[in-house]
């Protein structure tokens, strides 16, 4: 259904400059509401529905129903229980040499360096090994360090392959074990 152009312009003479100008602030309350008011009106529901959902846990807090969320300093004392103990560094360290044993990767004589983190003050033994195969056995190897040593850090993967057609790759990798120091 159309409306001519005819009938619009004789409507708009007929209701004058004053008519006109009360429809298009007519017009501009209601973008103002459906684009203003609307999203804000929501935005205040969807606060209320969350202040209901807090008073609702607060309640079953009070009554014990429902459990307070571990304190930080609990979860990282936690955290520092399950690490390896700093005496147990040689045992990761044979584990890194057995999997990589196993992948059928040379590894040559690494360097290792024991400190401490001033930040969270746990003893870091980092270790840079040197590492000859082909690159799906260094990738499985590095798969299953990390794997099976969840306090090994992968810090620098180096690998360089002498000429294209080498399936063998030469590299280094560059590695962080966490130790708690109890």
Same mark, same amino acid.
């Given at each position: 259904?159309?409306?001519?152009?005819?009938?619009?312009?004789?409507?708009?003479?007929?209701?004058?400059?004053?008519?006109?100008?009360?429809?298009?602030?007519? *017009? @501009?309350?209601? =973008?103002?509401?459906?684009?203003? *008011? %609307?999203?804000?009106?929501? /935005?205040?529901?969807?606060? #209320?529905?969350?202040? /209901?959902?807090?008073?609702? +846990?607060?309640?079953?807090?009070?009554?014990?129903?429902?459990?307070?969320? /571990? *304190?930080?300093?609990?979860?990282? #004392?936690?955290?520092? $229980?399950? =690490?390896? !103990? +700093?005496?147990?560094?040689?045992?990761?360290?044979?584990? &890194?040499?057995?999997?990589? $044993?196993?992948?059928?990767?040379?590894? !040559?004589?690494?360097?290792?360096? @024991?400190?401490?983190?001033? $930040?969270? +003050?746990?003893?870091?033994?980092? &270790? @840079?090994?040197?590492?000859?195969?082909?690159?799906?056995?260094?990738?499985?190897?590095?798969?299953?360090? %990390?794997?099976?040593?969840? !306090?090994?850090?992968?810090?620098?993967?180096?690998?360089?392959? $002498?000429?294209?057609?080498?399936?063998?790759?030469?590299?280094? =990798?560059?590695?962080?074990?966490? =130790?708690?120091?109890?």
């Amino acid at each position: 259904m159309r409306i001519p152009s005819l009938i619009l312009h004789e409507r708009a003479q007929r209701l004058g400059m004053v008519g006109l100008a009360g429809a298009a602030l007519v *017009v @501009l309350a209601l =973008l103002y509401g459906a684009f203003g *008011v %609307l999203p804000q009106w929501q /935005q205040v529901r969807d606060l #209320e529905g969350r202040n /209901q959902d807090a008073g609702t +846990q607060l309640r079953q807090i009070k009554s014990g129903t429902l459990k307070l969320p /571990q *304190v930080p300093q609990r979860e990282l #004392e936690d955290f520092h $229980k399950q =690490l390896p !103990a +700093q005496p147990q560094a040689t045992e990761a360290i044979d584990r &890194i040499y057995s999997l990589a $044993k196993t992948e059928r990767i040379s590894l !040559a004589r690494g360097e290792y360096a @024991l400190g401490v983190d001033p $930040k969270t +003050q746990l003893a870091r033994y980092q &270790i @840079l090994l040197p590492v000859r195969g082909s690159y799906p056995q260094i990738r499985r190897f590095v798969h299953a360090l %990390l794997g099976q040593l969840p !306090a090994l850090v992968l810090e620098d993967v180096d690998l360089q392959r $002498k000429k294209i057609g080498d399936s063998e790759l030469t590299g280094r =990798l560059r590695m962080t074990l966490y =130790l708690s120091r109890s």
